[in-house]
């Protein structure tokens, strides 16, 4: 909790945020009556199957740095080399190769939680695993072991404070997440 977490990816994603003692959801497959009594947020008296990923909004204003987008659909539009540059938890700054101002409509038509960074997921269930060969799809959620999401808008469900009517989840496949010293994932593959 105390440590940094540090997540990059080799199209030039390089953000940093703490989460502090926001509470750190698993989706564990757990749905007992027993685990909703410890329940700090919504997230945490649901749980979502196939199970397999932790969830959490980090300290709004810790997350700082960039995320570098996969090529993607922003407002029905085809994007591509989408940078969005973040400092206390906000855009400030974004780029795009082509379709910057689809982005700049999906973001500006979501408000202020469009604008903001949401939510740090890492998938942990080996058998959602991203296929090896061609072509490559994201079962579920992202929750297969590795897989990174980093989201934009409301986080108020995990314990955030954003608010708002918007979330996009963002996922990589080939992220590596560091907390503190310790490297959790390497090119999207678990180590720990």
């Known amino acids: ?93 974004m780029d795009a190769a082509s379709g910057l101002e689809a982005v700049k409509k999906e973001l500006s038509m979501a408000g202020p939680a469009g604008y903001s960074f949401r939510e740090f997921a890492l998938g942990f269930n080996p058998l959602l695993a991203i296929p090896e060969n061609e072509p490559r799809w994201i079962p579920y959620y992202g929750y297969g072991a590795g897989v990174v999401r980093l989201s934009l808008g409301d986080n108020s469900e995990l314990g955030g404070n954003v608010r708002g009517d918007y979330v996009r989840w963002n996922f990589f496949t080939d992220a590596t997440v560091l907390v503190g010293k310790m490297m959790l994932v390497k090119d999207g593959k678990m180590l720990r």
């Open 1 to 93: 909790r105390k440590d940094e977490i540090h997540v990059t990816t080799p199209l030039g994603t390089d953000i940093r945020f703490t989460v502090g003692d926001r509470p750190i959801t698993k989706q564990d497959g757990d749905a007992s009556k027993a685990r909703t009594a410890y329940a700090r947020n919504l997230i945490d008296r649901e749980i979502e199957l196939p199970a397999g990923a932790i969830r959490v909004a980090p300290i709004e204003e810790s997350v700082v740095g960039k995320i570098a987008f996969p090529d993607g659909i922003w407002n029905g539009q085809q994007v591509t080399g989408l940078v969005l540059t973040f400092d206390a938890g906000k855009v400030v700054a």
